[in-house]
Nanobody, 120 residues
Framework: QVQLVESGGGLVQAGGSLRLSCAAS????????MGWFRQAPGKEREFLAG????????YYADSVKGRFTISRDNAKKTVYLQMNSLKAEDTAVYYC?????????????WGQGTQVTVSS
């Protein structure tokens, strides 16, 4: 079982940056690949980025490639999402997720989400 808690959301102006964090409560954090998703009002949840168990491999949705960066610190049991050049359309609730497998975009464990609002 993995419990995930996101933080770092808030209100930011368009063009600005935010860094989201997701802390995991598990002894075996490095056994899980991690991902970030978002869900805007009235839209389906959207995959953003994934990172492998030790961070050697990452992949991104086209919508955020070049603007968002996923990283992890296994010693701190935390995964991050650095978001730059934010746009109004990035406004959403952002979720982190964990899964023993990597690359499928299907995740077994989810956090509760953190709100990001980008003002234009």
């Amino acid at each position: 079982q993995v419990q995930l808690v996101e933080s770092g959301g808030g209100l930011v102006q368009a063009g600005g940056s935010l860094r989201l964090s997701c802390a995991a409560s598990t002894r075996t954090f490095s056994n899980y690949s991690m991902g970030w998703f978002r869900q805007a009002p009235g839209k389906e949840r959207e995959f953003l980025a994934g990172i492998s168990w030790r961070g050697r491999s990452t992949y991104y949705a086209d919508s955020v490639k070049g603007r968002f960066t996923i990283s992890r610190d296994n010693a701190k049991k935390t995964v991050y999402l650095q978001m730059n050049s934010l746009k109004a359309e990035d406004t959403a609730v952002y979720y982190c997720a964990a899964d023993p497998d990597y690359g499928s975009r299907v995740y077994a464990y989810w956090g509760q989400g953190t709100q990001v609002t980008v003002s234009s």
